[in-house]
């Protein structure tokens, strides 16, 4: 069976017909527990890692783009960096580098306090084109989610409703971590019919039918996606879109590696061997290690073949 026909691991966009607005709905199942379950991060660090993991999901789901799109957070607080990306055919993978005790000391799981006064950064990072788009999102709300609201508000005029949850479910005796959000948007030059202010009234109604979606219903593994939108919208005309896949995919290689260890002039090379002479790399992502010899380490700058 695929991820799409048990609803898990998908982005999927929808429309309602009666207000003409837009959406998408994510799910994240395996994808989510695979990273947060290896890396083993505490669980403040495993909510905000889940919450960005869906927001670079659903934001990703709104772009045109060939490449991929990330999206950044880095703070002088207890989470000094965290990553999310996703590429425009569904390949996500992320990260979070912290400080253990300074996490176990905040006071609450808050933006304010895990991420003190950090920046989220959004880049498209497009290589065949060689465009790069970028935005930030000042830290200012509780969660990322009100967070991204308010740069919504601000600087792009897209109204925006978001909601999205991150829990550890009870699935076959053992506790997975799961994801999932709903995002609504109207795009400035959208006109309805009715004008001003049956736009307004739709997007009211709109929102407070996203408000009511628990965050049990959000991750909720037995609830197909499409339910889960016909069952808060389904006065609206709900129509749902080809789905896009998501999955865990790395895009290290030891070709990759290899081109960021030529660039070290060798005295640095030599300095970060370990014990054994072997100097190894590590994936953030992944936690693959390229390991590199002797006879490896000279190939790298033209040396003996
Ligand atoms: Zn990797």
């Known amino acids: 069976m695929t991820a799409s026909l048990i609803g898990d691991?998908?982005?999927?966009?929808?429309?309602?017909e009666q207000s003409a607005l837009r959406g998408r709905l994510v799910r994240l199942g395996a994808l989510v527990d695979r990273v947060l379950t290896r890396h083993d991060y505490p669980e403040p660090v495993s909510r905000l890692l889940?919450?960005?993991?869906?927001?670079?999901?659903?934001?990703?789901?709104?772009?045109?783009?060939?490449?991929?799109f990330s999206l950044q957070v880095r703070s002088a607080g207890p989470v000094s960096l965290m990553i999310a990306d996703c590429t425009n055919d569904g390949a996500m993978r992320g990260y979070a580098k912290f400080d253990a005790a300074r996490v176990a000391a905040a006071p609450q799981a808050t933006v304010r306090d895990l991420l003190g006064d950090?920046?989220?950064?959004?880049?498209?990072?497009?290589?065949?084109?060689?465009?790069?788009?970028?935005?930030?999102v000042e830290l200012t709300g509780n969660t990322l989610t009100e967070c991204m609201q308010a740069y919504f508000r601000?600087?792009?005029?897209?109204?925006?409703?978001?909601?999205?949850?991150?829990?550890?479910?009870?699935?076959?005796?053992?506790?997975r971590w799961r994801a999932g959000g709903i995002m609504v948007q109207r795009l400035p030059e959208q006109v309805a019919?009715?004008?001003?202010?049956r736009m307004e009234e739709d997007w009211r109604r709109t929102m407070l039918l996203l408000g009511t979606a628990t965050e049990g219903e959000l991750v909720d593994p037995h609830l197909a996606p499409?339910?889960?939108l016909l069952r808060l919208f389904h006065d609206e005309g709900v129509r749902v879109f080809q789905p896009l896949d998501l999955s865990f995919r790395c895009r290290c290689?030891?070709?990759?590696?290899?081109?960021?260890?030529?660039?070290?002039?060798?005295?640095?090379?030599?300095?970060?061997?370990?014990?054994?002479?072997?100097?190894?790399?590590?994936?953030e992502f992944c936690k693959a290690a390229y390991r590199f010899d002797e006879a490896k380490l000279a190939r790298l700058h033209g040396g003996p073949h």
């Open 226 to 228: 499409e339910r889960l």
């Open 50 to 68: 889940g919450e960005l993991f869906v927001l670079a999901a659903t934001l990703a789901g709104g772009l045109k783009f060939q490449g991929t």
């Open 193 to 197: 019919d009715g004008g001003e202010e």
């Open 154 to 175: 601000q600087s792009e005029q897209l109204k925006t409703g978001l909601k999205i949850a991150v829990e550890r479910v009870e699935d076959q005796s053992a506790r």
């Open 9 to 16: 691991n998908l982005l999927r966009p929808f429309q309602l």
């Open 253 to 283: 290689s030891r070709e990759r590696v290899e081109l960021v260890l030529r660039r070290f002039p060798p005295a640095d090379l030599e300095d970060m061997k370990e014990a054994d002479g072997q100097l190894v790399v590590t994936c």
């Open 118 to 136: 950090g920046q989220l950064a959004l880049t498209v990072d497009q290589s065949e084109a060689g465009q790069t788009y970028q935005g930030i």
